[in-house]
């Protein structure tokens, strides 16, 4: 999973979305990372990678999403967000949500223009 889609959804899983939330969010991250320097780690592909630092550093905030397999298994996490009521639309299944973040063909369309944020996000 790329870093970008990541950083997407991190907030969304770590409950943090007022900005209080999102400070401590964060700070856990700072502190985790300086920690690191006196106190290294191994990346671990199951238990410690990019998806459950977040999980971990999440519990900085009391609306945090209990551990799932899920979580370990990280392409699950939209599903699990979803299912949280965390990627809310309204009226849509999970496949139709997934459908309209899907958004190769507007980007590849928009090209390199000054707008392309918008464009990207204007229903097909």
């Not at 139709?96 to 090209?111: F, M, P, T």
Request: glycine share 6%.
């Amino acid at each position: 999973m790329a870093l970008e889609a990541v950083a997407a959804w991190a907030p969304l899983m770590a409950g943090v979305l007022d900005p209080e939330g999102r400070r401590a969010f964060f700070l856990e991250y700072v502190r985790q990372i300086n920690a690191l320097k006196d106190h290294p780690e191994f990346y671990n592909s199951l238990t410690t990678n990019c998806t459950t630092n977040i999980w971990t550093n999440s519990h900085v905030n009391p609306g945090h999403l209990p551990l799932s397999w899920k979580i370990l298994a990280s392409g699950h996490v939209p599903e699990y967000l979803f299912e949280n009521g965390r990627l809310e639309d309204p009226g849509l299944t999970f496949a139709d949500v997934q459908r309209r973040a899907h958004i190769n063909a507007r980007a590849k369309a928009a090209g390199i223009v000054p707008d392309f944020s918008q464009r990207i996000r204007k229903p097909e």
